[in-house]
């Protein structure tokens, strides 16, 4: 089995900086895509950022310039800066990754983050 544990989440003020770490334990073999995905009350749970095993990143609309997502390998974690927070930045934010040899994209159990304007 494997599991995504995030940390980092919490309260900031619109402009704030917030980083989010995601760490990968378990059986893993290799980690192919890894995502941050998040979900505010009321709305449907939508992709911020995905980056691929070589680095490659995409982003929503909504954060290019703003976010930036990372990952080191060699330690199964992934992160996501957030600067220049924005109220509707609020929500619970979910990592998730595509594991060798398993089947379905594992997520984590999500962590809070509240922007206040």
């Known amino acids: 089995q494997v599991q995504l544990v995030e940390s980092g989440g919490g309260l900031a003020q619109a402009g704030g900086s917030l980083r989010l770490s995601c760490a990968a334990s378990g059986n893993i073999l290799s980690i192919n895509g890894m995502y941050w995905y998040r979900q505010a009350p009321g709305k449907q749970r939508e992709l911020v950022a995905a980056i691929t095993s070589g680095g490659s990143t995409n982003y929503a609309d909504s954060v290019k310039g703003r976010f930036t997502i990372s990952r080191v390998n060699a330690k199964n974690t992934v992160n996501l800066q957030m600067n220049s927070l924005k109220v509707e930045d609020t929500a619970v934010y979910y990592c998730?990754?595509?594991?060798?040899?398993?089947?379905?994209?594992?997520w984590g159990q999500g962590t809070q983050v509240t922007v206040s304007s």
């Open positions: 998730a990754g595509d594991f060798s040899y398993y089947s379905g994209r594992v």
